[in-house]
């Protein structure tokens, strides 16, 4: 759920700062998921004058700026903007600010020759636009030393709150708002809906349609024709709160709907009544029914689903979207308004069924206030009337509101006998009546009457919930465990406990075989794996091949492997998960894992086969193993770094580095180097792989807010193959990103098929051929869409690589 901060205060009369609201939320129940507050963010940036614009003497590109920040002296400042000119109004940011479009925070510099004492900024450095062509070129009339977030009215945060599916009242802003004032953060300023007197009959009538045990899947259904309205663009603060929490506006009727949904939690639904033929029957759909709804998309209908019909068929899903063909635009005069009650259960088995997800589903199936169904269409009438005009009809209502539920007998006590606070009654008394529940009775029970929009509450425990939450958890009094001779047992792993056991399963997993090496090494192997100190030499070895405290596991391993293979195991892969030693310091000492591949022990076979000649392994098999590794272990492998080269053990051209930035190195892979299998009298071929599970980056508790994307579409993929010619030292796996994001929607997949060095491409250059796969997700690409990305494609690997397509 989200709304801004000037939305909230609609409903609720409040002086607290935004850091009070939001921690209230969180504390009553509705975790604060996201505050976006721009004004904060851009802060530092203000309104300010150029008064003069020279050229630079030294770059014709650049202009040297006396720029007026409404704080004193005027500042200088170099910019490359082409539209920098004298007398314009701009943003400058001074030094020391963040600059949010380019992740950098800007310093005091000198550019070819003259000092720059800040910048004057394009909307895409600051995010508010996408356009960077140049500075931002304000009015004449925007106040110099203004902060500009202010004056383009970004100072409205907003707040997203995670609602629990037993709070469907919080849906709603004036149910969050009820929840604040009951906490203590102002007063509830809700104003309640006013009957409107319709002036004539409604010249539509309803039937429920439906045999008796199906009355409940619409008890109640009120509707109201508007006639003579006129629709168009609704107010700009109107369209405004719709596109701060993600809607976009499309017709005054259409977001009044939505603004009513938000704002009372009340889906609506508006027909145009020129577009309906006869009466509205409510009913179980018919199977082979078909609806076009408002989201583009044809739905077959079973009698699963409940619709909206008249004579011409089916014109709404019920409770879950409307249909194009009865649907309002700009040259509806006349309206049907709907307000109905829907059974959660069907809305939500319909939903699934049927692939939507709508806003008005989310709300109906967890149950909205079945009382506001008349004022909900009665403010949503008056509404219409004030941004639209028109002339409204009297209501028709059919069914029935559900009876409300009975009293609960409470007694006060039950607060400290579940929670073990002691809470004056007063104060319970008027968290509940604050929260809109009836409590009647004096002494030590009460009844206590849930009000209709808390249809979760049914019982002693709930009204015990609503009385801790707004008093507040923290008053809860901690009481330690009773101890369990003399200690609490604590069943703790820490998260390098839990990678050392889970990377011992997933390298067996791999037909690893686990070994147990020595952990201490001769000094001159040591010394080719990059150990070898004084300070990790054993003051008593137990013998002179054991010397020295190993820096690494793969000595250990590589030699294991050889004899194995001295004894007629030659295709072996093992591993190892242990400690090493990089220091005589306690910080020296970390948990690795590492693994080794001999002779043909690849993941898919080991020895020689009857349908093709033995194939040994190689560096890749090497990548395969640690990449595998790092993501069973849950480390995000999208932003690791495979850089060419690695340590003196592996070979220098057929090796990489695995990091995480330049100070982020995890390990390395590759095959063992020559002069390393030399010198430890082995024979190979031999790859290897190793890493610090200590380097690993730690795992995120926080939740990600990001959405899953659609793990399966029913579009047919297209692949375009692409070669190019570009400089031999341009890795092709930089080739693969770049191709990635040229497009990253339709992009699903890049790789590598061809590589071609020799005739027809000269010398220092090479053909790298890349299969693209597009993924639609929306509908089938037209040829034309698939030229635009590949031409992207194109671009991009021109403009990073200079690269050519080979012909």
């Not at 009727?253 to 033929?277: G, S």
């Not at 409307?322 to 649907?327: L, T």
Request: glycine residues 10%; aromatic residues 6%; contains cysteine.
């Amino acid at each position: 759920m989200k709304f801004t901060l000037s939305w909230l205060k609609t409903h609720l009369d409040t002086s607290d700062s935004l850091d009070s609201i939001a921690e209230t939320l969180t504390r009553v129940g509705l975790e604060v998921e996201d505050v976006e507050n721009k004004a904060k963010a851009l802060s530092a940036f203000t309104i300010a004058y150029v008064i003069e614009a020279m050229q630079h003497p030294n770059a014709d590109r650049l202009r040297v700026c006396m720029v007026d920040t409404g704080a004193g002296e005027p500042v200088q400042v170099v910019c490359g903007a082409p539209n920098a000119r004298t007398g314009m109004k701009s943003v400058f940011s001074p030094p020391g600010t963040y600059i949010p479009g380019k992740d950098i925070t800007l310093g005091k510099g000198v550019i070819r020759g003259v000092e720059s004492n800040g910048m004057l900024c394009s909307a895409a450095e600051l995010q508010t636009s996408d356009e960077s062509d140049g500075i931002i070129d304000l009015p004449s009339d925007a106040p110099v030393g203004q902060p500009y977030a202010a004056w383009l009215g970004l100072d409205d945060a907003t707040i997203e709150v995670a609602v629990t599916p037993n709070r469907a009242d919080a849906l709603g802003v004036a149910g969050i708002a009820r929840d604040l004032a009951a906490a203590g953060l102002g007063s509830l300023k809700t104003p309640p809906a006013q009957p409107v007197r319709g002036s004539f009959p409604c010249p539509v009538r309803v039937t429920l349609d439906f045999v008796p045990e199906d009355k409940n899947l619409c008890p109640a259904f009120a509707l109201r024709l508007v006639r003579g309205v006129k629709n168009g663009p609704s107010p700009e603060w109107l369209q405004a709160r719709l596109r701060a929490i993600g809607l976009r506006p499309i017709n005054a009727l259409v977001d009044i709907t939505n603004f009513m949904t938000f704002d009372r939690n009340r889906p609506l639904h508006v027909f145009d009544a020129a577009k309906v033929k006869g009466d509205l029957i409510v009913r179980r759909a018919r199977d082979g029914e078909t609806i076009l709804a408002l989201d583009g998309k044809t739905y077959a209908l079973t009698d699963e689903q409940v619709v909206i019909a008249d004579e011409n068929g089916v014109e709404s899903l019920a409770g879950i979207m409307g249909g194009e063909a009865s649907g309002c635009d700009e040259g509806t005069t006349d309206v049907l308004v709907e307000s109905a009650l829907w059974d959660p259960l069907n809305i939500a088995r319909s939903g699934r069924a049927l692939g939507i997800n709508s806003d008005a589903r989310y709300r109906f199936e967890r149950g909205i206030d079945p009382d506001f169904c008349r004022p909900g269409l009665d403010l949503a009438t008056a509404m219409i009337i004030e941004l639209c005009g028109g002339e409204a009809s009297e209501m028709v209502f059919e069914g029935g509101l559900p009876d409300s539920p009975g009293a609960i007998d409470f007694p006060w006590s039950e607060v400290k006998r579940l929670t073990g606070i002691d809470l004056p009654v007063v104060e319970m008394k008027l968290a509940l009546t604050s929260l809109g529940f009836h409590v009647s009775g004096a002494g030590d029970r009460v009844k206590v009457a849930p009000p209709t929009w808390r249809g979760d509450v049914a019982g002693k425990a709930d009204l015990v919930e609503e009385i801790l939450r707004i008093a507040g958890l923290d008053r809860v009094v901690s009481t330690p465990l009773p101890r369990i001779r003399g200690e609490v047992v604590k069943p703790v792993l820490t998260v390098l406990q839990k990678r050392t056991r889970t990377a011992k399963r997933l390298l067996a997993s791999r037909g690893m075989v686990e070994a147990v090496t020595w952990s201490f090494i001769s000094q001159d192997a040591a010394r080719l794996f990059g150990g070898g100190s004084r300070k990790l030499a054993l003051a008593n070895p137990i013998a002179a091949d054991l010397s020295d405290m190993r820096p690494s596991l793969l000595p250990g391993l590589i030699r294991s492997a050889q004899a194995n293979a001295d004894r007629g195991h030659g295709d072996i892969a093992l591993f190892e998960v242990g400690q090493i030693f990089l220091s005589d310091e306690p910080e020296g000492q970390i948990i690795a894992a590492a693994g080794l591949r001999r002779g043909s022990a690849r993941l898919e076979g080991v020895g020689r086969n009857w349908d093709g000649a033995t194939k040994s392994a190689d560096v890749i098999d090497a990548k395969a193993d640690v990449i595998g590794l790092l993501a069973g272990l849950g480390v995000p492998v999208g932003g690791l770094q495979i850089v060419a080269g690695g340590p003196a053990w592996a070979h220098p051209g057929r090796s990489a580095t695995l990091q995480f930035g330049p100070k982020g190195v995890i390990g390395a892979f590759g095959e063992v180097h020559p002069r390393v299998m030399k010198a430890l009298d082995v024979k190979g071929p031999l790859v290897a792989f190793e890493i610090h599970l200590d380097a690993l980056p730690l795992p995120k508790y926080k939740p990600t807010k990001v959405k899953p994307k659609l793990a399966l579409s029913g579009f047919q993929p297209v692949t375009r193959d692409f070669a190019f010619i570009v400089d031999e030292t341009v890795p092709a796996g930089d080739m693969i990103k770049a191709a990635q994001n040229a497009d990253r929607t339709l992009i699903s997949d890049v790789s590598v098929f061809d590589l071609y060095e020799g005739p027809g491409v000269e010398a220092g250059r090479k053909s790298v051929a890349l299969a693209v796969t597009l993924q639609p997700v929306e509908k089938t690409l037209a040829e034309a869409e698939i030229e635009a990305v590949g031409a992207k494609i194109v671009a991009e690997m021109a403009k990073r690589y200079g690269a050519t397509l080979r012909a």
